[in-house]
């Protein structure tokens, strides 16, 4: 992003859409609408719709690779805990991510990474 403007000055800025709206605004640039999505509120779907709660406490089926790449596989229960992510590889994860966590705004992603967040390969 190419803008000079610090994090406090891009919250302030009023938009003309509503952070739920996926729609693209007339004159609006792929940028602008980046920026929006970056700075707008995370949606957590376990506050909003407390029915998911039901999915969270079900015990669930997982499967994984351990370190010699046989299959494993067992019962969990999230109970809204934050999701692994186990791979030995670096993550991919969306630019907007990396954006969001520079942005100044305490955004800090709940996914835990054997090496960390930091380290991930980037993507648009």
Same mark, same amino acid.
């Given at each position: ?8 000055? =891009?919250?302030?800025? @009023?938009?003309?859409? *509503? ?12 940028? !602008? ?17 407390? =029915?998911?709660?039901? =999915? ?31 791979? @030995? *590889? *670096?993550? @991919? ?8 966590? !520079? ?19 980037? @993507? *648009?």
């Amino acid at each position: 992003m190419s803008d000079k403007r610090g994090p406090a000055e =891009l919250v302030a800025k @009023t938009h003309p859409r *509503e952070a739920t709206d996926n729609a693209t605004v007339a004159g609006e640039s792929d940028e !602008e609408r980046q920026r929006h999505d970056v700075l707008s509120p995370v949606h957590d779907e376990l506050k909003r719709m407390p =029915l998911w709660w039901v =999915l969270e406490v079900l015990p669930m089926i997982k499967s994984w690779q351990n370190e010699n790449g046989e299959w494993q596989r067992g019962l969990q229960v999230n109970f809204g805990r934050a999701r692994r992510i186990v791979s @030995t *590889e *670096e993550p @991919t994860l969306h630019i907007s991510v990396k954006q969001r966590m !520079e942005a100044g705004i305490g955004y800090q992603p709940k996914a835990k990474t054997l090496k960390g967040i930091k380290h991930a390969k980037w @993507t *648009e």
